[in-house]
């Protein structure tokens, strides 16, 4: 499978061989202690992303649905209406995919593709949710799957959410720690999906490498 043009990584021999392991033990890193001050991409640059791989790209394999259905939301949501922030009350419930490849100088490329699940508080301005259990680790190569939990915590302001992500996984018996950032925008008219940008460092032993991306999610219904 290709996603996003990515094809290993230097991590790869660490998260990308076949079969999966069993998580614990590792302690997800303060937020920020990664990622450094590396903002993620907003909407816009996201969905422009989106639509340059939805014209070039490739889905076979066994994520490729997936992949292409994640792309075609954020491009829809790069051209939909953001939310009037006034009809932002109450509590929501949020569910989606994320997708990221590599950004770092390395030989080889490598992307990651999970979910996410996020809790948003419009009144207080708060949300928070976790990265899904599994996180797909693809280096063009193989497939394998990494195995942990993470967790998100950010802000919401009008129509524009902000938030931080941390995590642990492990896969084949090899600890990784996740530290990113997530920059996102409700759009429909009751907020009905909400979409933007990713980062996250990753760092496998004494290695750390930086992947960028995107994502989205949509509003569980009342």
Partial sequence: MVLLGAAAFALSGCLGSSGSGGGGGVSA???GSL????EAP??????ELANEYLSEGEFDGTDGERIRSLL????????TKPTDPALLAGTASYAGDFALVIVDDFDDDASLLGDFAMSVNFDSGSLSGTLGREIIVDDGDRRTVAIGSGTIN???TN???AAALTGAYTADGEAAQIDGRMNGQFVGAGGETVAGGMNAAVAVGNETAVFEGIFAGERSAP
């Fill in 42 to 47: 907003n909407l816009q640059t996201a969905s």
């Fill in 35 to 38: 990622i450094g001050d590396r």
């Fill in 29 to 31: 890193p303060a937020p």
């Fill in 159 to 161: 129509n524009t959410m």
């Fill in 72 to 79: 075609t939301a954020v491009a829809e949501a790069g051209g």
């Fill in 154 to 156: 950010g802000t919401v």
